[in-house]
């Protein structure tokens, strides 16, 4: 979440750059180097667990969007919050803690799921100036399977969370 925050200072470089390559060398980043994963749809990432009550965030853009491809208003499945800018939005979910998008294990938003889905059990965390990390949660029963993770997938992160906060 402090990436996004800070992130939208330096979107203005990304607009100069040109290219993705200038821009990685400007804002650069760390990742786990032999951390294997691939996700298994158990979807503990959408909801409460019995360690861990979830907060499932929206950036303004992010909750039009679903809304246009919904048509649902937008307070008929978030709700505004306080002092987690750039966010500014929260899913609501169901009486059981799951996101309300989740329908038999299953995103029905996957395709324009938020950022914040799209990076979990990822988060990219700043530890200098125009310096960020990804670190990840081990509560996620993927991680530790599946192929290696290269520098590609995190740079893949890395570019969509750019592309959204350029809309934004």
Do not use: H, W
């Amino acid at each position: 979440m402090l990436f996004l925050q800070n992130l939208s200072a330096y979107i203005f470089i990304y607009f100069l750059c040109g290219t993705s390559y200038v821009c990685e060398n400007i804002l650069k980043f760390d990742y786990p180097k032999n951390v294997y994963f691939k996700c298994e749809r158990c979807a503990l990432c959408c909801g409460d667990s019995k360690n861990r009550v979830r907060s499932i965030l929206l950036l303004k853009i992010e909750a039009e969007r679903i809304s246009e491809k919904t048509l649902k208003d937008i307070d008929g499945f978030a709700e505004k919050i306080e002092g987690f800018e750039p966010y500014i939005y929260q899913v609501k979910k169901t009486k059981d803690g799951k996101c309300i998008f989740l329908k038999d294990n299953s995103c029905t938003i996957y395709q324009i799921r938020p950022l914040i889905c799209a990076f979990y059990p990822f988060e990219l965390k700043e530890v200098g100036s125009n310096r960020y990390t990804f670190a990840y949660t081990d509560e996620c029963p993927a991680i530790g399977k599946g192929p290696q993770l290269k520098r590609s997938y995190f740079e893949r992160l890395f570019k969509k969370a750019i592309k959204i906060m350029r809309e934004e």
